[in-house]
C-alpha cells in the first residue's frame, strides 16, 4: 500500500534519513520505532507532504507521492495525528470532526454551497465521536479537553477524512495505563474498519502487544524490521536502546 | 442636527459595517491580519470614480467593476500572505496601503493630489437618489452583506477559513488546501471592499488619496477588534460605534486617531475578544 524507497533527507549539515526503505502492507498496524533522533517524525512529515524528501520516492497505491502538498496527500486518502496534539481549539469537538468529514468538499466548488451541519453529516460525526469514545464531550471547545482526549480526537478527525492509511505520531505519549488500554482496543476497531495504521510510539509493552510489524530506526537508518517476538531480540535493537533493554523485554 | 446630516452619517456606519465585515473574513475568519484594508477600500472607489467621471460609465456597471476589480486586487495582494507570516504579513500589508495610496497621488490618471472630482449622484430608474434614499440603499445593501457572512457561517468555506486560521497543518492534514483558503478570503475580503468604494465614491462625490491612507485601515481594524474579531455582530456593532461616536462627541473629533489607539489598547487588555466575542461586555449583557 505504502512504499517508501531510499528516502534521505537532509537539513542543512544534518542528515536526518540516510536513505531509508520500507513497505506498509494493507491491513496491518505497523510500528515505527526508535530512540529520539531517529528520524521517525521526519519520516511521518515526508509521507504526509510537510517535507520534501532529499532524495528518494514515496509511493502510495502506486502513485507517487513525495512532494506533493499535504492536503492533495490527504485527498489521496492518508490522514495523520500529530505529536504535539493539533486539534481545532476554538471548535467544539463534534466541530472538529465535522471539519474532518469535509475532505473532499474543500476541494470543489462545493465549499462554497455545502451545509456543514447537514443531519446525515451530524449522525456520522457522531459515530465516530462514539468509536473514539467522545460523544458525551461533542459540545465542548477542543481546547479545554484533557491531553488523552484532545488524542483521540485528533484520532476522530483524522478518520473522518476516510483514509486508507491513517499515520499516529505517539498516539500513547502522555496516557495513563487505562487510557493506553482503551488506544489499543480503539487501534483493533480501526483496524476491523479496513484501515491500515502506521504509528510511532515510544510505550514498548504497547507497541509489541498491538503491532503486527515492526520497523527500527536509529539515526536515519532502518536497523531491523520483522514480528514484534523478532525484533526484540535482535541485538542491534537493543544496543540502539541500551539501558532501556529490560523495559523491552517487560 | 438635520435630517440631512443624520442621513450622511447613516451612510457612512452603512459603508463602514461592510468595510469592517470585509475586513473580518481575511483577519477574523482566516486568520490574516492585514492593516492596509484601505487600499482595497480606495481600489473600489477609484474604480467608480474613473469609469464614472473618465468613462461615462452608468452606476451599476461601475458597482459591478468595483466589485470586480476589487476582488481581483484582493486575489492579487493575497498572494503575499502565501509567503509571508503573521508579523511580516501585517507589515507587508501595511507597505501596501502606503503604495497604493501613491500611486493614486503620483499617477496623472489618478488625477494626482487633488483627487477626482464630479463623480455623479446615482441615479435608479431614471431618478437621482437623495440623501435619505442614498442612506437606504447602502443600509440595503449592508444588510445584504450581514445576509451573506451568516450564510458563510454555515457552509464549509467558514470551517476550511477557520482551520486555516486554527492550524494549517491541521488544515493540510485534513485536506485543506491552506494557499487556496488565504486567497478565497482576500478575494471576497476585496470584492466586498471594492463595493464599500464604490459607496463612498457615489456619496462623497470625489475621491481624494488620503481618503484610504493607512489611519483609514486602522480605524476599520479598530471596528472589527472593538467588537468582536471572527464574529458577525461584532463588526457591525463595532462600525456603528467608531463612526456615530465622534459625531455625538464633537470635542473628540480631532483626536480621532488617538481614541482609536486607546481603543484598540484598552479592547486588548480587557476584551481580547471583543465587545462582542467569547466574554465580551456586550454578549453577555444580551444574553441575560
Known sequence: ?????????????LIALKGVSFEVKEGEIHALIGPNGAGKTTLFNIINGFLKPTSGKVIFMDKRIDGLRPSKIASYGIARTFQIVRTFPEMTVLENVLAGLGKEIYRSSKVFYEKVKKQGRIEKAEKLLNLCGLEEY????????????????????????????????????????????????????????????????????????????????????????????????????????????????? | MTLDYFFTVLTFSNIFIILALSLNVVMGYAGQVSLGHAAFFGIGAYTSAILATKFGWGYFPSLLMSILVGAFFGFLLGLPSLRVKHDFLVLTTIGLNFVVVAIFKHIDFFGGPYGIIGVPRPVFFGKELETGGYALYTGALAFLVILLMIYIEK????????????????????????????????????????????????????????????????????????????TISGPVVGALIV??????????????????????VLVMLYQPGGLLGKNGLLRSIFKR
Do not use: C
Not at chain 1, 3 to 12: D, M, Q
Not at chain 1, 230 to 249: F, H, M, Q, R, W
Not at chain 2, 188 to 207: E, T
Open chain 2, 155 to 230: 457552509i464549509y468555506l467558514r470551517y476550511g477559513f477557520e482551520a486555516v486560521k486554527e492550524n494549517e497543518d491541521a488544515a493540510e492534514s485534513i485536506g485543506v488546501s491552506v494557499p487556496r483558503f488565504k486567497i478565497y478570503a482576500f478575494t471576497i475580503s476585496g470584492a466586498l471592499a471594492g463595493l464599500a468604494g464604490n459607496l463612498w465614491a457615489y456619496q462623497m462625490g470625489m475621491v481624494f488619496p488620503d481618503d484610504f491612507s493607512f489611519p483609514v485601515s486602522i480605524s476599520i481594524l479598530t471596528m472589527v477588534v472593538l467588537g468582536g474579531v471572527g
Open chain 1, 1 to 13: 500500500m505504502l512504499k517508501v524507497e531510499n528516502v534521505k533527507k537532509r537539513f542543512g549539515g
Open chain 1, 138 to 250: 461533542k459540545n465542548i471547545y477542543a481546547s479545554i479537553l484533557p491531553l488523552g482526549l484532545q488524542r483521540k480526537l485528533e484520532i476522530a478527525r483524522a478518520l473522518a477524512t476516510r483514509p486508507s492509511l491513517l499515520l499516529l505520531d505517539e498516539p500513547a505519549s502522555g496516557l495513563n495505563e487505562n487510557e493506553t488500554k482503551d488506544l489499543a482496543e480503539l487501534f483493533k476497531r480501526i483496524k476491523d474498519m479496513g484501515i491500515t495504521i502506521l504509528f510511532i510510539e515510544h510505550d514498548m509493552r504497547f507497541t509489541m502487544g498491538i503491532a503486527d510489524i515492526v520497523t527500527v530506526l536509529d539515526y536515519g537508518e532502518k536497523i531491523a524490521e520483522g514480528i514484534p517476538e523478532e525484533v526484540t531480540k535482535n541485538p542491534k535493537v537493543i544496543e540502539a536502546y541500551l539501558g532501556t533493554e529490560s523495559d523491552i523485554n517487560a
Open chain 2, 243 to 264: 463612526t456615530f461616536l465622534p459625531e455625538i462627541l464633537r470635542p473628540i473629533q480631532d483626536y480621532r486617531l488617538l481614541i482609536y489607539g486607546i481603543i484598540i
